[in-house]
């Protein structure tokens, strides 16, 4: 082992002896290059280990700014990420809407685009109010849509606005297709129907968990829910939320 205190000892002569030459010129040259170069040797040591702190605190806090920059890069490709969840579910949604309008459609239904004017949380009896009636067309029976999934049908209509019934409401019913097979079911005030009978068949049918049930219309079929069970009976599972923001009125068909 180096004995660090002979070595700080040596150093501390060695820079006197400089010290001296430097005050004292009459030595001769030769010598005073010979303590020059001795002082370069005994400083080398303690400049590479001073460039090597050196380099390395530049590192270190190099790293650290690396390392702020990584985490805000992961935040942003996080927030991206569910930007483009976001996206692929609205896009999915118009999707279904275009295929239902059109697939094996030649004929575009005509639809209206309505707003909630009254009773939006559905407080009485799970029906509301829209802004637009006899005068945009709208008639007792036309449904009422979110894009893809029923909502409801008009129940009462005047010149200017409408009160819709929902499929949650016990006061709704209508003739359904599953499999191919009729029936008709009624709602119950809440977020599921239930089937009052079949239509025009007798022999019995077997449902299956997730079934698609539909409403058959002039110009689309419209989706009202799919097929779900409690206490093995089966039922219509419709949305537990409805969407009341983006709700238009299919007023041909």
Do not use: W
Not at 150 to 167: D, L, Q, Y
Not at 240 to 248: M, V
């Amino acid at each position: 082992m180096i004995n660090n205190k002979k070595v700080f000892l040596v150093y501390i002569v060695f820079f006197f002896v400089f010290l001296t030459f430097l005050l004292f010129p009459k030595y001769e040259n030769n010598t005073k290059l010979y303590s020059y170069f001795v002082k370069d040797k005994l400083e080398t040591p303690f400049d590479l280990i001073g460039f090597k702190l050196k380099n390395f605190y530049s590192t270190f806090q190099s790293n650290k700014v690396h390392l702020k920059n990584i985490a805000k890069l992961k935040k942003e490709n996080e927030y991206l990420n569910k930007i483009n969840k976001y996206l692929e579910i609205i896009a999915s949604k118009y999707s279904d809407q275009y295929k239902i309008f059109h697939d094996n459609y030649p004929t575009i239904p005509i639809t209206i685009g309505v707003s909630v004017i009254g009773d939006r949380n559905l407080l009485l009896n799970k029906n509301f109010i829209i802004n637009k009636g006899k005068q945009s067309g709208i008639a007792i029976g036309n449904y009422v849509l979110d894009g893809v999934n029923v909502i409801g049908r008009i129940k009462s209509v005047t010149n200017n606005n409408a009160e819709v019934v929902t499929v949650s409401s016990n006061d709704y019913g209508d003739e359904v297709i599953i499999n191919k097979q009729l029936f008709i079911v009624s709602g119950t005030n809440n977020n599921y129907l239930s089937f009052l009978r079949q239509k025009n068949v007798t022999e019995e049918i077997i449902f299956k968990k997730n079934q698609k049930v539909v409403i058959k219309n002039e110009f689309v079929d419209l989706i009202l829910g799919r097929i779900d069970f409690i206490d093995k009976q089966p039922i219509v599972i419709t949305p537990k939320n409805l969407n009341l923001d983006n709700l238009r009125v299919l007023i041909n068909g």
